[in-house]
């Protein structure tokens, strides 16, 4: 499994969002510009998690985006799920019923579960909350 650019980068989007919690929108060219991550790049990106219902936005010369939840509400999980599509390692695993016709032969499909669920017990336990948490301290040894 490699998280893409397009997951990489709605992450960071969504902790510049989560990190600005002032009750303002934020627009796109000011994260884009934190982040040194391209305009038209993190449109397509607040699209997705825009739809998801993730963020919201604010029209208006002072409009931009603002996170629908609280920052312990989101999950790295709920937030790469939706530019990543599934998780799964491999495809026989991304539905709750594997309807592989060789589940039951199948010598590897045990790593494959262990491997799930250890990719699970990371992201959709981190948060948000925890990344803010994170990137405060390292602000702070610097």
Excluded at 49 to 55: D, P, R, S
Aim: glycine share 6%; aromatic share 4%; charged share 30%.
């Amino acid at each position: 499994m490699k998280i893409s650019t397009k997951g990489r980068y709605a992450l960071r989007l969504m902790i510049d969002l989560a990190s600005n919690l002032n009750g303002e929108p934020v627009q796109i060219k000011e994260i884009a510009a934190r982040q040194t991550i391209s305009n038209k790049y993190l449109e397509q990106i607040i699209s997705a998690l825009h739809k998801a219902g993730y963020v919201k936005s604010v029209r208006g010369p002072q409009g931009g985006y603002l996170l629908t939840k609280k920052p312990e509400e989101y999950t790295v999980g709920m937030i790469l799920r939706t530019t990543e599509g599934s998780m799964a390692p491999v495809s026989c695993l991304e539905f709750e019923v594997n309807d592989c016709e060789r589940k039951d032969a199948c010598v590897t499909l045990e790593l494959w579960k262990k491997l799930d669920e250890a990719i699970r017990s990371v992201i959709d336990v981190v948060t948000l909350a925890d990344l803010l948490e994170i990137q405060r301290e390292k602000m702070t040894e610097n």
